[in-house]
C-alpha cells in the first residue's frame, strides 16, 4: 500500500545516456512534483504537475523533461546525463484545494543517480 | 524569495535527552512541514504544521506564523531519532522550499 513511489531505486549509467525514473501515487493527489537533492543534502524544486498540467519549471536544464500521462504518475526523463546530474531525485504528491490553501506534501523514496 | 534557516546545524546528543530544533523563515508562508530523513535516505512526514502546536509520542512542534518560525521537539532521543531534519515552507500552495536541514546523531 505504498503511497509514493519511485523506479528505479538505484541508477548507475554513463555520461551521454538517456534514463527514465517512473513515478506513481495512489493518493488521489492532483498535483504532482520532482525534487532533486544535491550531495550537500539540499532540496529543490524542480517541476510541479497539476492534473497533467505543468505549473512550476525551475530553472532546470532543458535536458530534464517531466512527462505525465495521467493524475497518478510523473515521470522524468533525463537526456544526455552529464556528471554533475548525479544526486538522489524524489517525487512527491499533494492534494490540490485550490488557491493558496494548505497542502501536505508526501514523499516517494528517492532514486539515487550516478553518473559516471 | 523566501529564505529557510534552520539551527543549529548539527547536533550530537547521548541517548535520553531532550532537544528543540529551530526554523525560521522570512515572509508569510501558508504551509509548513517538518521531516525526518532517515539514514536510509527516506523523507519521512512528521508535521504539518502552518501555525499552532502538535504532538506525536516524544516529538512536537509548535509554529508561530506570526513571528515567523517554527521549533521541533524531540523528548527522550533514541538511536533511531538520527538522521537529518527538515524544515520546508509553501507561500502560495505549491512548491515547498527547504531549509538546510539539521543533522541529528544520538549516540546509546
Known amino acids: 500500500d505504498t503511497a509514493v513511489s519511485q523506479t528505479p531505486k538505484y541508477l548507475v549509467t554513463q555520461m551521454g545516456n538517456d534514463k527514465s525514473i517512473k513515478c506513481e501515487q495512489n493518493l488521489g493527489h492532483d498535483t504532482m512534483y520532482w525534487y532533486k537533492q544535491d550531495s550537500k543534502k539540499f532540496l529543490k524544486i524542480m517541476f510541479s504537475y497539476n492534473n497533467k498540467e505543468l505549473i512550476i519549471n525551475e530553472t532546470v536544464p532543458n535536458r530534464f523533461s517531466p512527462k505525465s500521462p495521467d493524475k497518478a504518475h510523473l515521470n522524468l526523463h533525463i537526456n544526455s546525463l552529464e556528471l554533475g546530474d548525479s544526486a538522489v531525485y524524489f517525487c512527491a504528491s499533494s492534494q490540490d484545494l485550490g488557491g493558496a490553501a494548505y497542502n501536505e506534501q508526501f514523499f516517494g523514496p528517492g532514486t539515487r543517480l550516478t553518473v559516471l | 524569495g523566501i529564505q529557510v534557516e534552520q539551527s543549529p546545524p548539527d547536533l550530537i546528543l547521548q541517548e535520553g535527552a531532550n532537544s528543540t530544533l529551530r526554523c525560521n523563515f522570512s515572509d508569510s508562508v501558508n504551509n509548513l512541514q517538518w521531516f525526518h530523513q532517515n539514514p536510509w535516505g527516506q523523507l519521512i512526514n512528521l508535521f504539518y504544521?502552518?501555525?499552532g502546536t502538535k504532538q506525536n509520542g516524544r516529538l512536537s512542534a509548535t509554529t508561530v506564523a506570526t513571528e515567523r518560525y517554527s521549533l521541533l521537539y524531540i523528548s527522550s532521543s533514541q538511536t533511531t531519532d538520527s538522521g537529518v531534519y527538515f524544515c520546508a515552507v509553501d507561500q502560495a500552495g505549491t512548491a515547498l522550499i527547504f531549509g538546510k536541514g539539521t543533522t541529528l546523531s544520538v549516540s546509546s
Open positions: 504544521i502552518p501555525s
